[in-house]
C-alpha cells in the first residue's frame, strides 16, 4: 500500500498567464514550417490544409502531395512540446501492435514531424447505439495489447506528486478560477483530505501502460481498429484509467448500465489475458469509480485552463457532463460527502459570482 501523499494547496503562478497563441503560431512560423516539408518532400507546389484544433499547444495540418499518400504535419513548438517523448512513445506503442501514427520524417529543433495520416474519422463521429458495441470491443482489445506491453522502467510513474497536482487544478481553476469560490480552511481541509483518500485509491492498484487520453476523439476509425493518436502523455499508472477515460468521455455519454456492461467485458478480456485486474469485478469497478473521479475532476480544471489562460473556449461547455460524472460516483461513497457538498452548492451559483463558502 503505498503512503498518502502531502496535499496542500497549490497557488496559481505565472502559468495562470494567458498564453498568446498568435505569437506561439506566428507567420514566420507557418513559412518556416511550409518551407522545410517542400524541402524534406521534395515539392516545389505543397498543399497543406488544417485539420482539427488540438486542446494542447500543437496544431496539425493535412499535406496532400500529387500522386503521393497524405500525410499528417504536426506543429508542436518546442518551448511548450517534448518532441523527443513524442517518438518514443508512439514507437512504443506502435511496438505494442497498435495502429498509430508512423514518423515518416522529423525536424525537431522547430518541432515538425511529417506522420501517416490515419484519416479524418474518429471513434466520436462514428459511434451510435449500432456501432458502440463493435468499436468499443475492438478499442478495448487495443487496451489489453498496451497494457500486456507494460515494463515498470519504460514509462515515468503516475506519482502521488501528479495526481495531486492535477487535483488541484480543479480547485485553482475551476472551484477558483471559473467559479470564483474561495474554500475557508475548514472546506479547503476537508476537500485536501478527499484528495487524500482519491490519490491512496489510485495508488492502490497494479500499475501498467497508461495512455491518458484514451477516448472516443483520440481513437480513429482505420482498417485495423482503432487508430491510437495523442499518446505522448503515457505513464505507468492505475490500470483502471484508460478504461473510464474510454467509457465516460469529455464529448459523449452512456447510460451507466451500458458502462458497466463495457467494463465487464474489458475486465474478462483483461483476466482471461492474465493482466493484473482484481479477481472481484465489484472491487475493479469500485477502482474505476475512483479513478473516474480523479480523472474527472483534474478535466474540470484542465477545461477551465483553456478557457481562461489559453483563450480555447470551446471546452469550458462540457463541464456539467463532468460534474454530473462526479456526482453520481461521489453520492455512492460517504468518504466522498465534502465533494458532493461543494458542487452542489457552487453548481446552484452563477459562475461569475465571486464569494467565500
Given amino acids: 500500500m503505498p503512503s498518502h501523499a502531502h496535499v496542500k494547496k497549490l497557488t496559481p503562478n505565472s502559468a495562470s498567464k494567458m498564453i498568446d497563441l498568435e505569437s506561439v503560431f506566428n507567420p514566420s512560423r507557418y513559412s518556416r514550417m511550409s518551407d522545410w516539408v517542400s524541402r524534406d518532400l521534395d515539392l516545389a507546389d505543397i498543399k497543406i490544409v488544417p485539420l482539427a484544433a488540438d486542446a494542447g499547444l500543437r496544431r496539425y495540418f493535412r499535406i496532400s502531395p500529387e500522386n503521393r499518400p497524405t500525410y499528417v504535419l504536426m506543429d508542436a513548438p518546442v518551448e511548450h512540446n517534448d518532441i523527443k517523448q513524442f517518438k518514443y512513445v508512439a514507437n512504443l506503442i506502435r511496438s505494442s501492435g497498435i ?7 522529423e525536424n525537431t529543433a522547430e518541432g515538425f514531424l511529417i506522420l501517416t495520416d490515419l484519416g479524418d474519422k474518429t471513434y466520436l463521429e462514428a459511434l ?3 456501432t458502440a ?19 515498470p522502467t519504460a514509462l515515468p510513474e503516475y506519482t502521488e506528486k501528479i495526481l495531486l497536482s492535477e487535483l488541484n487544478l480543479f480547485t ?9 469560490l474561495t474554500l475557508q480552511d475548514t472546506k479547503l481541509t476537508a476537500l485536501n483530505n478527499v484528495f487524500q483518500k482519491i490519490i491512496a485509491r489510485n495508488r492502490s492498484e497494479t500499475f501498467v501502460f497508461v495512455h491518458r487520453d484514451f477516448m472516443p476523439r483520440n481513437l480513429m476509425v482505420t482498417e485495423n481498429n482503432p487508430g491510437v493518436l495523442d499518446f505522448q502523455d503515457a505513464l505507468y499508472g492505475p490500470i ?6 474510454l467509457f465516460k468521455d469529455a464529448f459523449i455519454s452512456w447510460e451507466e448500465e451500458q ?3 463495457w467494463t465487464i467485458k474489458y475486465w474478462e478480456k483483461a483476466k482471461k489475458a492474465s493482466l493484473p485486474v482484481p479477481y472481484d469485478f465489484g472491487v475493479f469497478y469500485e477502482q474505476v469509480e475512483w479513478m473516474g473521479v480523479q480523472r ?31 456526482l453520481a460516483v461521489a453520492r455512492r461513497y460517504q468518504e466522498l460527502k465534502p465533494l458532493v457538498s461543494i458542487l452542489e452548492h457552487v453548481e446552484d451559483s452563477p459562475s461569475s459570482t465571486g ?3
Fill in 99 to 105: 495502429d498509430s501514427p508512423e514518423i515518416i520524417s
Fill in 128 to 130: 451510435n447505439v449500432n
Fill in 133 to 151: 458495441d463493435r468499436l468499443f470491443d475492438e478499442a478495448t482489445d487495443a487496451l489489453v495489447k498496451w497494457q500486456l506491453a507494460s515494463k
Fill in 172 to 180: 485553482d481553476w475551476y472551484l477558483g478560477k471559473h467559479k470564483g
Fill in 240 to 245: 483502471s484509467y484508460d478504461v473510464i477515460s
Fill in 259 to 261: 458502462v458497466l456492461d
Fill in 296 to 326: 474527472h475532476l483534474k478535466v474540470l480544471g484542465i477545461f477551465a485552463r483553456l478557457n481562461y489562460r489559453d483563450g480555447k473556449s470551446s471546452y469550458i461547455s462540457d463541464t456539467p457532463r463532468f460534474v454530473s460524472y462526479i
Fill in 355 to 357: 464569494f467565500t463558502f
